[in-house]
């Protein structure tokens, strides 16, 4: 049974839903920073595609190694002290990147170890955010809470790389890390200011039973509810075109295509918080009245096809800087109808003692995939030019979203 609170219509349905969203605004914020900055300063401190893989191949890969772990502990714990860990740790850990850069200590292989650990911590913190919101607010209001905690990482997105965009050339890209430290702590205060009491028990004597109780959500997803198999499965493929040219791909294309710069990395990729605040707004009024499963798949199919375009800049006389934030723009729109559809569609049909399991696969298929990804993009990178690759992973993506749409049990999941 989840927390009684008022039935309203206001957009912060309780306090503990605003600390969330402040504290998830500010540190989103400094994330965003920080996964723009590592990747510029990788590709200054080597100009190497496969070298700047293997940093994003850092950020990503503990999602793959330890997401599903961490899906048990947040069944298990309490969701607001994992939360607080992975905040307090990544504080420290990327107050080390300046540090050592101060003292000539910043070698590529030091970035990415401490990218690697920072990224460890922070697989604690997504699916039990995503499994802590239940608790927190009637199950008819999931979905537009739901959707003002994804826009707290759009805004993010926006004013994040925008600032940074206009920061970078006063305070230079490695100074920015400090930044995102501070970050970190507004968003542990925040957290630390929730209160609730835990709705579902959690189970006793777990001490030597991970492995058990993964197996439990594994067969949960597998045998007990397909749909959730067949969901993941479409997602981790999606992911697995999408993420690495996104990540890698785009850094690339403006270094080597058309000479940009840091500055212009970070305005280009700030047009995705843009986009995808606008897109938001749709999701809040209108998702619900549709099949989540096939809205879903809908914006993986978008998600795709307005990658393709990418292949021309550069191509048709138009100004590719210009031209490339259109074309982010146009494809971030379809983003929150991914993220938000997917997260109410486990909120509805998933146990709440098993849902930070889920998430965690979840997470796993996006974040885990990306690392396997964006090692390829760089690798390939080498040989094929990165409009190509936009060109070959849009026509991929987009194939994997029409697959998961002629699946009726997705297509009418809800």
């Not at 809470?145 to 006063?170: D, R």
């Not at 990729?269 to 843009?274: A, L, T």
């Amino acid at each position: 049974m989840t927390q009684s609170v008022p039935d309203t219509d206001r957009l912060f349905i309780n306090r503990n839903i605003s600390f969330l969203w402040v504290g998830q605004l500010v540190s989103q914020a400094g994330d965003s920073i920080t996964n723009m900055a590592v990747i510029w300063l990788m590709l200054d401190l080597t100009g190497s595609p496969s070298l700047t893989g293997l940093v994003a191949f850092a950020a990503t890969v503990p999602a793959l190694l330890f997401g599903l772990f961490a899906g048990v502990l947040a069944d298990y714990y309490r969701r607001r002290t994992l939360m607080l860990i992975s905040d307090l740790a990544r504080l420290f850990l990327i107050l080390l990147i300046p540090i050592c850069y101060s003292f000539d200590l910043l070698t590529p292989m030091t970035l990415a170890l401490i990218v690697f650990i920072a990224a460890s911590f922070g697989t604690l913190f997504n699916p039990s955010r995503d499994a802590i919101i239940p608790e927190l607010v009637k199950q008819a209001q999931l979905l537009k809470v739901n959707a003002l905690i994804q826009s707290t990482g759009y805004m993010a997105y926006f004013v994040g790389l925008f600032g940074a965009g206009m920061l970078l050339n006063a305070l230079g890209i490695i100074n920015l890390f400090y930044l995102d430290a501070v970050t970190f702590l507004v968003s542990f205060v925040m957290i630390y200011l929730i209160s609730y009491q835990r709705s579902t028990p959690r189970a006793v004597n777990f001490e030597s039973r991970h492995l058990t109780e993964l197996k439990k959500g594994l067969k949960y997803v597998t045998v007990t509810d397909r749909r959730l198999f067949w969901i993941i499965l479409v997602t981790a493929l999606n992911n697995l075109f999408i993420m690495g040219p996104a990540v890698v791909g785009t850094p690339l294309l403006i270094k080597e295509v058309w000479n940009g710069s840091g500055q212009d990395f970070a305005f280009i990729e700030s047009s995705y918080g843009v986009g995808m605040l606008l897109a938001i707004f749709i999701v809040y009024r209108f998702a619900g009245r549709f099949k989540k499963g096939t809205w879903l798949m809908l914006g993986m199919i978008y998600d795709g096809i307005t990658f393709i375009p990418l292949f021309w800049v550069g191509k048709l006389g138009f100004d590719p800087f210009w031209m490339t934030i259109g074309i982010i723009f146009i494809h971030s729109l379809g983003i929150p109808f991914i993220q938000v559809t997917r997260t109410t569609l486990i909120h509805s049909i998933v146990p709440g003692e098993m849902q930070g399991r889920v998430f965690s696969m979840v997470n796993l298929a996006v974040i885990g995939v990306m690392s396997l990804s964006v090692a390829l993009t760089g690798i390939l990178a080498e040989w094929i030019s990165p409009r190509t690759i936009f060109l070959a992973i849009g026509i991929g993506a987009t194939l994997s979203g029409i697959l998961g749409l002629s699946m009726r049990s997705i297509r009418t999941a809800d």
